[in-house]
């Protein structure tokens, strides 16, 4: 099979495009004829071994841990490991693998769901990573109800574009923080205001909210939470600047250091996906009130071009990598 690889950390001409064995499937795994495969944040920081600390946090010392990144994944299921039930061979599905980035990966059962109907294999492939961080943050963390009052900064992004419709579906009233060529964007994913981060400063506005999700990292957290009610939530969802050396654990350390001395509920979210959330994102998109947002997308041979593109922070939705 075709796959894209990585032997070594550094920029994305480190990447090959090689001919490569056909994964083995595990017990509980399947194994997917890749359709369409996401870009996300976490695929260049794995690229660059940045940063640092995440080196010896599971991603390798010295090398990339696995030859073929990429999680994000839609395709057609055409083996079936064993212990497997609920798919069978033919089955579309999307979910989480791993080796996205190649003609076949493998990927557990239990965080696979059929592809909504409607879905291209790209929608489909943009929603696991994005869609289900955007979930628990909105609905688990935040715990959003009708009439709550969300504040999403970075609300044109994978994550964000999310975040805003779901908060929507959730009924609550959203603002999103995003640039000016991205307001019509926002507005149209049902946001109630909007506002332009390169014009106004959105921590200095009178407005005060019940939520805010934080998906910029561009606002230190006192900042943050002069716009937050008193007993409001904070949910801090920002990966780190490139080339930092705690990166994304900055700020999980700032938000544990923080917490415990204010009202405010200060929150960093490290989402793992679980099997029923891929379903319930799935009955939002049957209902219309979700659509993934696709800004680009590449051929599998030009990953490394995606990839620039992605680390470079200016995104609008989801960038797609088509397969077959």
């Known amino acids: 099979m075709k796959a894209i690889v990585q032997e070594r950390f550094g920029p994305p001409e480190v990447l090959e495009l090689i001919d490569a064995d056909v994964p083995h499937v595990g017990p509980g795994e399947v194994l997917i004829r890749v359709r369409a495969a996401a870009l996300n944040p976490a695929d260049w920081h794995v690229l660059r071994g940045d940063p640092l600390v995440a080196r010896l946090g599971g991603i390798g010392l010295r090398r ?84 709550t009052r969300v504040l999403v900064n970075g609300a044109s992004g994978g994550v964000g574009t999310f975040a805003v419709q779901i908060a929507v579906a959730l009924g609550a009233e959203v603002t999103g923080v995003c640039s000016t060529r991205n307001l019509d964007l926002v507005r149209s994913l049902g946001a109630a205001a909007v506002v332009d981060h390169t014009a106004d400063d959105v921590t200095g506005r009178p407005e005060r909210y019940d939520v805010v999700v934080d998906l910029a990292g561009n606002h230190p957290i006192p900042a943050l939470r002069r ?80 990839l620039r593109y992605v680390e470079q922070g200016h995104a609008r939705g989801k960038v797609v990598v088509t397969v077959s």
């Not at 030859?67 to 609920?86: E, M, N, Y």
């Not at 405010?264 to 659509?291: N, Q, W």
């Open 64 to 147: 990339p841990r696995g030859r073929i990144a990429g999680s994000d994944v839609a395709g057609r299921v055409v083996g079936v490991g064993a212990g497997v039930t609920g798919l069978r061979e033919g089955d579309e599905v999307h979910g989480s693998g791993r080796g996205a980035f190649a003609e076949y990966a493998a990927a557990p059962a239990a965080l696979l769901a059929p592809v909504p109907p409607g879905l291209s294999a790209e929608q489909a492939a943009a929603m696991p990573t994005a869609g289900i961080t955007a979930l628990h943050a909105i609905r688990d963390v935040g715990a959003v109800t009708p009439g």
């Open 227 to 306: 716009v937050l009610v008193p007993d409001g939530t904070l949910v801090l969802c920002a990966g780190g600047a490139p080339g930092a050396f705690l990166g994304a654990v900055g700020t999980v350390l700032r938000a544990a250091v923080t917490d415990p001395f204010v009202r405010h509920r200060i929150r960093f979210l490290a989402s793992t996906p679980k099997p029923a959330d891929l379903p319930a994102l799935g009955a939002l998109v049957a209902d219309g009130l979700l659509r993934p947002v696709i800004d680009r997308t590449y051929p599998l041979v030009d990953v490394a071009e995606g």
